[in-house]
Protein backbone atom coordinates (compact mmCIF):
# COMPACT_ATOMS: atom_id res chain seq x y z
CA UNK A 1 0.00 0.00 0.00
CA UNK A 2 1.00 3.69 -0.83
CA UNK A 3 -0.72 6.34 0.94
CA UNK A 4 1.04 9.76 0.12
CA UNK A 5 -0.57 13.10 1.46
CA UNK A 6 -0.60 15.76 -1.44
CA UNK A 7 1.97 18.64 -0.36
CA UNK A 8 0.47 21.35 2.02
CA UNK A 9 -2.72 18.93 2.03
CA UNK A 10 -5.06 16.33 4.14
CA UNK A 11 -5.71 14.52 1.12
CA UNK A 12 -3.91 11.15 0.83
CA UNK A 13 -3.66 9.29 -2.33
CA UNK A 14 -3.57 5.40 -1.85
CA UNK A 15 -2.19 3.29 -4.49
CA UNK A 16 -2.68 -0.47 -2.99
CA UNK A 17 -0.33 -2.95 -4.26
CA UNK A 18 0.16 -5.14 -7.11
CA UNK A 19 -2.99 -2.54 -8.67
CA UNK A 20 -2.57 -1.57 -12.29
CA UNK A 21 -0.92 1.86 -12.01
CA UNK A 22 -3.86 4.40 -13.26
CA UNK A 23 -3.79 4.99 -16.93
CA UNK A 24 -3.76 8.84 -16.17
CA UNK A 25 -3.40 11.72 -13.28
CA UNK A 26 -5.45 9.99 -11.23
CA UNK A 27 -5.13 8.33 -7.80
CA UNK A 28 -7.25 4.50 -7.15
CA UNK A 29 -8.49 6.56 -4.33
CA UNK A 30 -8.11 9.20 -1.68
CA UNK A 31 -8.78 9.67 1.94
CA UNK A 32 -9.80 12.88 3.39
CA UNK A 33 -10.29 13.14 7.39
CA UNK A 34 -13.96 14.03 8.77
CA UNK A 35 -14.86 13.82 12.42
CA UNK A 36 -14.56 10.72 13.61
CA UNK A 37 -12.56 9.40 10.59
CA UNK A 38 -11.91 9.80 7.55
CA UNK A 39 -13.69 9.81 3.95
CA UNK A 40 -12.70 7.27 1.36
CA UNK A 41 -13.20 8.22 -2.49
CA UNK A 42 -12.60 5.24 -4.95
CA UNK A 43 -12.39 5.62 -8.00
CA UNK A 44 -13.61 3.74 -10.63
CA UNK A 45 -12.56 0.35 -10.28
CA UNK A 46 -12.62 -2.11 -13.57
CA UNK A 47 -12.07 -5.87 -13.97
CA UNK A 48 -8.53 -6.32 -14.83
CA UNK A 49 -5.37 -8.05 -13.32
CA UNK A 50 -2.32 -6.10 -12.00
CA UNK A 51 -1.45 -5.83 -15.72
CA UNK A 52 -4.14 -4.25 -16.92
CA UNK A 53 -5.46 -7.03 -18.65
CA UNK A 54 -9.84 -7.83 -18.94
CA UNK A 55 -10.56 -9.94 -16.51
CA UNK A 56 -13.61 -12.25 -17.72
CA UNK A 57 -14.64 -10.46 -21.27
CA UNK A 58 -17.82 -10.92 -21.82
CA UNK A 59 -18.55 -12.08 -18.68
CA UNK A 60 -20.36 -9.17 -16.30
CA UNK A 61 -20.67 -11.39 -13.24
CA UNK A 62 -16.87 -12.12 -13.54
CA UNK A 63 -16.36 -8.74 -13.58
CA UNK A 64 -18.72 -7.83 -10.88
CA UNK A 65 -16.93 -10.28 -8.68
CA UNK A 66 -13.46 -8.75 -9.65
CA UNK A 67 -14.51 -4.99 -9.53
CA UNK A 68 -15.50 -5.94 -6.03
CA UNK A 69 -12.61 -7.18 -5.44
CA UNK A 70 -10.78 -4.55 -6.04
CA UNK A 71 -12.67 -2.17 -4.25
CA UNK A 72 -12.10 -4.04 -1.56
CA UNK A 73 -7.90 -4.35 -1.92
CA UNK A 74 -8.50 -0.24 -1.98
CA UNK A 75 -10.24 -0.04 1.35
CA UNK A 76 -8.30 -2.54 2.42
CA UNK A 77 -5.36 0.13 1.79
CA UNK A 78 -7.30 2.99 3.27
CA UNK A 79 -8.13 0.75 6.92
CA UNK A 80 -11.18 0.10 5.57
CA UNK A 81 -13.22 -2.39 4.11
CA UNK A 82 -16.40 -3.07 2.39
CA UNK A 83 -18.76 -2.72 4.84
CA UNK A 84 -17.55 0.76 5.52
CA UNK A 85 -19.34 1.47 2.05
CA UNK A 86 -21.33 4.44 1.96
CA UNK A 87 -22.28 5.31 -1.64
CA UNK A 88 -22.26 2.99 -4.97
CA UNK A 89 -22.14 4.35 -8.73
CA UNK A 90 -22.11 1.19 -11.14
CA UNK A 91 -21.75 1.68 -14.71
CA UNK A 92 -23.20 -0.69 -16.86
CA UNK A 93 -22.40 -0.71 -20.65
CA UNK A 94 -25.26 -2.67 -21.17
CA UNK A 95 -28.86 -3.01 -18.65
CA UNK A 96 -29.65 -6.62 -19.47
CA UNK A 97 -26.08 -7.02 -17.03
CA UNK A 98 -27.97 -5.87 -14.04
CA UNK A 99 -29.43 -9.28 -12.63
CA UNK A 100 -26.05 -10.35 -12.72
CA UNK A 101 -24.18 -7.23 -11.27
CA UNK A 102 -26.52 -7.40 -8.45
CA UNK A 103 -26.73 -10.66 -7.49
CA UNK A 104 -22.49 -10.32 -7.23
CA UNK A 105 -23.45 -6.75 -5.17
CA UNK A 106 -25.84 -8.07 -3.13
CA UNK A 107 -23.50 -10.96 -1.80
CA UNK A 108 -20.24 -8.93 -0.90
CA UNK A 109 -22.63 -5.99 0.60
CA UNK A 110 -23.33 -6.50 4.00
CA UNK A 111 -26.57 -4.26 5.92
CA UNK A 112 -26.72 -1.44 5.72
CA UNK A 113 -26.16 -1.41 2.00
CA UNK A 114 -25.34 1.48 1.12
CA UNK A 115 -26.81 4.06 -1.13
CA UNK A 116 -26.36 2.94 -4.99
CA UNK A 117 -26.71 4.71 -8.06
CA UNK A 118 -26.92 2.34 -10.98
CA UNK A 119 -26.23 4.03 -14.80
CA UNK A 120 -26.32 2.42 -18.21
CA UNK A 121 -23.63 4.48 -20.33
CA UNK A 122 -22.02 3.26 -24.24
CA UNK A 123 -18.95 2.60 -23.39
CA UNK A 124 -16.10 2.11 -20.54
CA UNK A 125 -12.46 3.78 -21.11
CA UNK A 126 -11.33 -0.35 -22.58
CA UNK A 127 -14.26 -1.80 -24.84
CA UNK A 128 -13.87 -5.34 -22.84
CA UNK A 129 -15.15 -3.50 -19.37
CA UNK A 130 -18.65 -4.21 -19.17
CA UNK A 131 -18.75 -3.05 -15.71
CA UNK A 132 -16.80 0.11 -13.56
CA UNK A 133 -17.87 1.00 -9.95
CA UNK A 134 -16.68 3.63 -7.88
CA UNK A 135 -17.23 4.47 -4.30
CA UNK A 136 -17.04 6.49 -1.06
CA UNK A 137 -16.13 4.53 2.14
CA UNK A 138 -16.13 6.28 5.74
CA UNK A 139 -13.43 4.61 8.11
CA UNK A 140 -13.67 5.10 11.26
CA UNK A 141 -10.72 6.12 13.46
CA UNK A 142 -8.76 3.49 14.94
CA UNK A 143 -8.12 1.77 11.83
Known amino acids: ?3 TPA ?8 QPAG ?4 IGRY ?10 GRLVFVSGQVSADGEGRTI ?5 ATQAETVFHRISEVLKAAGGTLADLVSLVIYLVDLDDFTAVSTVRNRVLADPAPSSTLVE ?9 LVEISGVAFVPDGR
Do not use: N, W
Open 56 to 60: GPGDA
Open 121 to 129: VSSLAIRDH
Open 27 to 36: SPAVSVPVGG
Open 19 to 22: HTPP
Open 7 to 14: TGSAVHAI
Open 1 to 3: MSE
